[in-house]
C-alpha cells in the first residue's frame, strides 16, 4: 500500500493539472476576417457597420452559426451575385439576429427583426435580392432603421477608394 502512494499522487497531481484551453477557432476565423464598411441612410441619419463578408458558397452557409456575440456596429453581408432570391434559417445560430434583405436598387426590402436563435423556419423577402445583411438582433430598431431605407457598402459607403481589388469587386453603389 506504502508503494502505491508515490502512484496515487502522481495521478491525482495529473487529473487536477490544467491542460491548456483549446483554440477557439470561430473567433480566431473572425479575428483573421477583413471587415467591409456597410453604410444604412435612414430616416434618423447615416449608420456605419463594419461587418465581415459571406462570399463564397461555404461561409454564407456557414454565416453566424455558433457565435456567441455580435458587436454592436458588426454584422455579417451575403452579396448575392446575381440577385436571387434568398432564404434563411437560425437552426445553429445562439443570438437574435436582425436579416435586412437587400433590393438591387438599394433599399431594404424586408426587415426580418430579433430572429430567434434556434429556429428552423426560413426567413425570406420573397423577391431577389441584393444582398442580405446580418446584424445583431434588435440594433435596426434602436437605430431606427426600416424597410426602405438605403445600404451602400466598399467604396460606395465610405466615399473614398480603398487600393484593394477585393473590395472593388464588392463595392455595391445603389442608383438614386
Known sequence: MIRALPFF?????????????????????QAATATL?????SA??????????AASQQQQEQGLMF?????????MLFP???PRTASFWMKDTLIPLDMLFIHTDGTIAFLKSQAQPYSRIPVSAGVPVAAVLELRGGRAAELGIAEGDRVSWGNC????PRP??????????PKS
Open 9 to 29: 499522487a502522481i495521478a491525482l497531481l495529473a487529473a487536477c493539472s490544467s491542460s491548456p484551453p483549446a483554440a477557439d477557432n470561430s473567433a480566431q476565423a
Open 37 to 41: 464598411p456597410v453604410v444604412i441612410r
Open 44 to 53: 434618423k441619419g447615416a449608420h456605419r457597420f463594419d461587418v465581415e463578408v
Open 67 to 75: 457565435r456567441k456575440s455580435l458587436a454592436d456596429n458588426g454584422g
Open 80 to 82: 448575392m451575385d446575381p
Open 157 to 160: 459607403a465610405i466615399g473614398s
Open 164 to 173: 484593394d481589388e477585393a473590395w472593388d469587386q464588392l463595392s455595391f453603389c
